[in-house]
């Protein structure tokens, strides 16, 4: 089964849940008036299907391949990359001073999720190019922005963030890379960096890597961190491709799943240091880093939506073609009928789709609010919409993931005993999945992060205010009064209910046990992502009722509300009164 972009699902996510419409009724979206926004919708779809999904299957079969020092990508990818990126693509939201387009992230977000449908291990590379030339034309100097940005939004050169070494994953107080002064202004640095995505391969001619190290002098911890941009070839003033730089990758590691994405250890400075340029302050690396890391992850919530509806679609299309036992009404003697047709197999199908969607519209509800974090007018503005954005972008990356592995999984009980065979390609899905809740921040991180630095933000008026807005929804479904919605009202107002108890418990908890609330953490996550989608799906059906497909918008709120966030009173329960069973299982563990 061949995927093909839902097209007509993600502009009405992006109209009436991203708030597109609105964006474009106060100026703030330009670009995309006139039917640009649909057009560039269609012909990225048109790509994803022809050119990118073909090397979904290749791709985990072939692998990437290290061999003397060099990696080689799956056939194919080299010519599918070049025509991607010269159709400009990679330049969708790139600074426009520097070859981009710079079109809405709302509309850049409905495109990564194509690629990543398509084929997930291929478009990892350019999603790390994105956040680096975000990191750079922020914090980067002129000559760094006149050096490289240019032909990083071409996707002529590609990017890459190096974080992890083998001491130092989430808690970078560990991170031991060097950096050494130079009397030139440059910077000589070594270490070793693992996991880094796209490290070394045969896309592009250059890869420019983005390094964490240590200054001689630098404060202990996290304080004491510098970002450096250090190219696999050095750059000569006429911007011609120079000496190759002291960085190899030294090894690919064998993982579960996305097998085509090279995977690489990274050795800098064997032969003394390998050349870098400082980006931003001294010492104040972390704050750069974080600048790609908030836009990767958007972008890997983007994945678990990705790949949730890629699984989708192949699980909807199995169960129409096979065909076991007969359907309850059916007379005696009737043949058999498609699974389909069985009311559990129907129900796994809806709740695969029902959290697809529900993935999908907190991913780009947070791609709006960036958008208008930067676009909106005033100051007051921009602040309330970063700061949504900020509490909406862990939700996201946690439960869109999450999402993409359970979606999966549950393709693959749809599928049967064939699901757990290769050659359906079902079990990829999941083996491709798994990644994306670890990396970027695991997503026990995220819950962290909502609740110890994103709920206090604006003294806890900023979450007060999303609630605010989830309770006009239920507010809304209640006076529309459609037989459609059946109980979505009152399953939706509880789900509301429940995350604004266990909010106010949360914010009063961090000041007095912050133990109590990180026990809470994950569970508050859920269900804050329950309320959020839920609402998201009913206001897209609210807005859709007078259009062609409005029955299944209606049918998937419907399901979503009776079906999935019913479980939100449940996990209220687990963030307000389960802190003492996580105590007490120290005992468990003890030594």
């Not at 520097?98 to 990564?112: D, E, K, N, R």
């Not at 026990?444 to 006009?472: F, H, N, Y």
């Not at 206001?539 to 019913?566: G, P």
Request: hydrophobic share 45%.
């Amino acid at each position: 089964m061949q995927y093909q972009a839902p097209v007509s699902d993600m502009l009405a996510t992006m109209r009436h849940v991203g708030g597109l419409d609105a964006l474009q009724a106060e100026g703030l979206a330009p670009e995309l008036e006139g039917g640009v926004g649909e057009a560039v919708l269609e012909e990225a779809a048109k790509f994803a299907a022809d050119v990118i999904a073909p090397l979904n299957r290749v791709g985990d079969a072939y692998g990437a391949k290290l061999a003397d020092g060099e990696v080689t990508t799956p056939p194919g990818w080299k010519e599918a990359y070049r025509a991607w990126a010269d159709a400009g693509w990679n330049a969708l939201p790139g600074p426009e001073a520097y070859g981009g387009q710079g079109l809405p992230t709302l509309l850049q977000s409905a495109c990564i999720e194509m690629w990543n449908s398509a084929a997930f291990a291929f478009a990892l590379g350019p999603l790390l190019t994105v956040g680096a030339i975000e990191a750079i034309h922020t914090h980067g100097s002129e000559h760094l922005k006149e050096t490289y940005l240019a032909k990083l939004v071409s996707g002529e050169w590609m990017g890459t963030m190096n974080l992890t070494e083998p001491q130092a994953g989430s808690d970078l107080n560990a991170l031991r890379s060097k950096a050494e002064r130079q009397p030139d202004g440059t910077y000589r640095i070594t270490g070793q960096k693992i996991f880094i995505t796209y490290g070394e391969h045969d896309l592009t001619e250059n890869i420019i890597h983005l390094v964490l190290a240590r200054l001689p002098d630098a404060p202990a911890g996290t304080r004491g961190i510098s970002l450096f941009l250090v190219p696999k070839y050095l750059v000569n003033e006429d911007g011609s491709l120079g000496a190759h730089n002291d960085l190899r990758c030294s090894g690919l590691e064998h993982k579960l799943g996305i097998h085509a994405s090279p995977t690489c250890s990274m050795a800098f400075g064997d032969k003394g240091g390998a050349i870098g340029w400082l980006i931003g302050e001294e010492n104040r690396g972390l704050a750069c880093m974080f600048t790609m890391m908030n836009n990767a992850r958007l972008n890997v919530a983007l994945q678990g939506v990705a790949i949730a509806e890629r699984a989708y679609q192949q699980a909807l299309s199995f169960a129409r073609e096979r065909k076991q036992g007969t359907a309850l009404d059916a007379p005696k003697g009737a043949p058999m009928s498609p699974i389909l047709v069985h009311p559990d197999v129907r129900r796994m199908l809806m709740d695969m789709r029902a959290k697809t969607q529900a993935a999908r519209a907190i991913s780009y509800r947070v791609a709006a609010e960036l958008d208008r974090a930067h676009r909106e007018p005033d100051e007051r503005g921009r602040k309330v919409a970063a700061e949504r954005a900020a509490i909406l972008t862990p939700v996201a990356k946690a439960y869109a993931t999450d999402t993409g592995i359970e979606v999966a999984s549950t393709g693959i009980q749809v599928h049967g005993g064939m699901g757990f065979v290769e050659e359906t390609g079902a079990a990829q899905h999941l083996r491709d999945a798994r990644i994306a809740a670890i990396y970027e921040g695991t997503n026990g991180i995220q819950a962290i992060d909502l609740v110890t630095r994103k709920l206090p933000l604006s003294g806890g008026a900023a979450v007060k205010a999303l609630i605010g807005e989830m309770r006009d929804v239920v507010a809304e479904v209640e006076r529309a009064n459609t037989p459609g919605f059946g109980h979505s009202a009152a399953r939706l107002g509880a789900a509301v209910d429940a995350l604004e108890r266990a909010t106010q418990w949360m914010l009063a908890t961090l000041g007095t046990s912050q133990a109590d609330a990180l026990a809470g953490a994950t569970p508050y996550l859920k269900l804050f992502a329950l309320a959020q989608g839920g609402t998201g799906l009913a206001r897209k059906a609210l807005a859709t009722r007078s259009e062609a497909d409005s029955a299944a918008d209606l049918a998937t709120a419907r399901f979503f509300a009776e079906c999935v966030a019913t479980e939100a009173p449940a996990l209220e329960l687990a963030v307000t009164e389960g802190a003492g069973a996580v105590a007490d299982a120290a005992a468990v563990f003890a030594a």
